[in-house]
């Protein structure tokens, strides 16, 4: 029989177990697995789109984007985040999922240790192993935080850190010390920072930080897809110092191109347009967090309430998160996000009141079986 061969590192990461909940869902299931938002793309950033369409704006673009969007990308840093890069240090992807795959593809030689937050996002390790490198995870603490201490003794000898705040899983933001404290650390170790924000604007009472404002080795990833409810256009970015984008460049060039050039019109649309929609998404999805902590809380769930994005992260023990699935409320086991947490659950919020008030009986169905 043929023996079809494929690459180890390719053999050697898993499908996203998130993946696997979505295929085996019920008709009737509440969907609190995903991680995008429920919200409709804004009216004038499709208008942006059509409007691209219609004028013929469907070619490729130039392969780090288009010099409006990027123009604009760099007004949003200094405005939005006290950062200054030129629009020559910035690429627009094709989310922010191949700003990361990209970033390791052309900083990670085989061997490099890769350290981030355990639990973490599914696609660091990942991304990692497909580069050649070594994943680490970095313990948290009792409030879902990276632990200092373990972070600066797993970053010794490591070749980058990324940093995720707010974070997926587990909706926790790091303090501004925080950040200071591991960038400052990666800098005088030698260890370049990746600083992923794509929930910067989902945050309920703190501020956000960009860890660029602490040093000079850290690369900025981010994306229109939470921010303006895009995760389907496929628009990220990522903005760094010169040396490293220019070897971004080379492999986005060849595996990408450039990002939809629709998409680039449509997010032209979003970065210049009014602002607003973004905090009319984030009351609601704040609405929501408080709603469903309160009603987790009165069921005995005990666990700190996650100060941004749209997850929250509770410990639960595998026979309830199983009950739980079987009364279709898709929730995403802990262990999908790496070794450290197998008894938590992640439920997204980036769901309708009405269906979060279905999935709060069933989950109380299920916790009272
Ligand atoms: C922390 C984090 N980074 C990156 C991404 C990928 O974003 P995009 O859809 O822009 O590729 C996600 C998506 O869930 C995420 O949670």
Redesign the pocket.
Known sequence: MKEYVCAQRCRGIEISGIRKLFEAAGPDSINMGL??PDFDTPDHIKEGAIRAIREGKTGYTSNMGIPELREALSSKFKKENGLSYDPGQIIVTA????A?HIIMQALIEEGDRVVFADPG?V?YGALAVLAGGRPEGIPLDSKLRINIEAAKSRMDGARMIVI?SP??PTGAVESRESIRALVEYAQDTGVTVVS?E??EHFLYGSSHHSAALFGEDVITVN?A?KTYAM?GW?L?YLAGPGEYTEQCLKVHQYCQACATSISQYAALAGYTGPQKCVGVMRDEYRKRRDYLYAELRKMGFSFPLPEGAFYLFVPMKRNLLEKILKKGVIIVPGDAFGCNAPEYARMSYAASMENLKTAVERIRAAAGE
Do not use: H, K, W
């Open positions: 991680g995008q989310g922010a999922s191949e990361l996002f696609s995720n974070g997926n992923d794509v929930y994306a897809s995760t496929r990220g």
